[in-house]
């Protein structure tokens, strides 16, 4: 028999994120041009890479934006909504360096729920390589659809990043269907969304060896595993919970 978790708030140690600049919202696409965004978001560090899907941008993926970047630089993925399959259909692998990743305005919530990285059930969605720190920042994205041995959604191997406003719904692994952290790795998520996953070990987040992770203001729920429906530990791992709402979380063991 299943055990449902409901209702649970935590309120631990206090803790901040910024990632930057907020700008207005960016879905009619009517009122915008490449020239436009780019005088809307003057002031950001390094250079700002634009990713849009109808060729309006500097690139059309956000693995070429990546590739191209170096430290300093922000990417701005404009939204996804109109787009063939309604998403950017790629597995990105996101390099340890200063980088800003977001969408046109991390703080709409219409915006995040547009701008959508889908995996196609191709592995993560999201990779962080060995060595991310705080200034490798994720921010106001949907991550959805992926399908992995260990982190559906995103994937943290001794990497510490920043992820901001970002939903993470509807992936699933073998270990940590929405998140994996492993061998050391810290990331601070704020502000985040960690619904509708599943996987083994760890519906929502998985974290293994030492890793420590910092949720604050996040909502954990609709998550479901064998073992630790909303968050699972493992191995001297020490999970931090500001603020952060579970419910509706499913496991036969450790709901």
Same mark, same amino acid.
């Given at each position: 028999? +299943?055990?449902?978790? @409901?209702?649970? $708030?935590?309120?631990?140690?206090?803790?901040? $994120?910024?990632?930057?600049?907020?700008?207005?919202?960016?879905?009619?696409?009517?009122?915008?041009?490449?020239?436009?965004?780019?005088? &809307? %978001?003057?002031?950001?560090?390094? @250079?700002?890479?634009?990713?849009?899907?109808?060729?309006?941008?500097?690139? /059309?993926?956000?693995?070429?934006?990546?590739?191209?970047?170096?430290?300093?630089?922000?990417?701005?993925?404009?939204?996804? &909504?109109?787009?063939?399959?309604?998403?950017?259909? &790629? !597995?990105? $692998? =996101?390099?340890?360096?200063?980088?800003?990743? #977001?969408?046109?305005?991390?703080?709409?919530?219409?915006?995040?729920?547009?701008? $959508?990285?889908?995996?196609?059930?191709?592995?993560?969605?999201?990779? %962080?390589? /060995?060595?991310?720190?705080?200034?490798?920042?994720?921010?106001?994205?949907?991550?959805?659809?992926? =399908?992995?041995?260990?982190?559906?959604?995103? =994937?943290?191997?001794?990497?510490?990043?920043?992820?901001?406003?970002?939903?993470? #719904?509807?992936?699933?692994?073998?270990?940590?269907?929405?998140? @994996?952290?492993? &061998?050391?790795? *810290?990331?601070?998520? @704020?502000?985040? +969304?960690?619904?509708?996953?599943?996987?083994?070990?760890?519906?929502?987040?998985?974290? =293994?060896?030492?890793?420590?992770?910092?949720?604050? !203001?996040?909502?954990?729920?609709?998550?479901?595993?064998?073992?630790?429906?909303?968050?699972?530990?493992?191995?001297?791992?020490?999970?931090?919970?500001? !603020?952060?709402? %579970?419910?509706?979380?499913?496991?036969? *063991? %450790?709901?």
């Amino acid at each position: 028999m +299943k055990r449902m978790t @409901t209702g649970i $708030v935590v309120a631990v140690v206090m803790s901040t $994120v910024a990632y930057g600049q907020a700008t207005p919202a960016a879905l009619d696409r009517s009122s915008q041009t490449i020239s436009a965004d780019r005088a &809307e %978001f003057e002031g950001l560090r390094g @250079t700002t890479i634009i990713v849009d899907w109808d060729g309006s941008g500097d690139y /059309t993926t956000i693995q070429e934006a990546l590739d191209a970047s170096t430290n300093g630089d922000t990417i701005i993925v404009m939204p996804s &909504e109109g787009s063939p399959s309604g998403a950017y259909v &790629e !597995n990105i $692998v =996101f390099p340890a360096q200063a980088i800003t990743l #977001r969408s046109s305005d991390p703080d709409d919530p219409a915006v995040v729920a547009a701008t $959508v990285i889908d995996g196609n059930s191709n592995g993560s969605v999201v990779t %962080f390589q /060995t060595g991310a720190t705080t200034d490798t920042i994720l921010a106001g994205l949907a991550i959805r659809n992926g =399908f992995s041995y260990s982190g559906g959604g995103i =994937f943290c191997q001794s990497s510490s990043p920043t992820i901001d406003r970002c939903t993470i #719904r509807g992936n699933s692994a073998d270990y940590g269907g929405g998140m @994996t952290n492993r &061998e050391s790795s *810290s990331p601070t998520l @704020t502000d985040c +969304k960690i619904y509708g996953n599943s996987a083994h070990l760890g519906g929502g987040l998985y974290n =293994f060896d030492q890793s420590s992770p910092t949720l604050v !203001n996040c909502t954990i729920g609709g998550n479901s595993s064998d073992y630790g429906g909303g968050v699972y530990n493992l191995m001297q791992c020490n999970t931090t919970l500001t !603020n952060c709402a %579970f419910s509706g979380n499913i496991a036969d *063991s %450790f709901g």
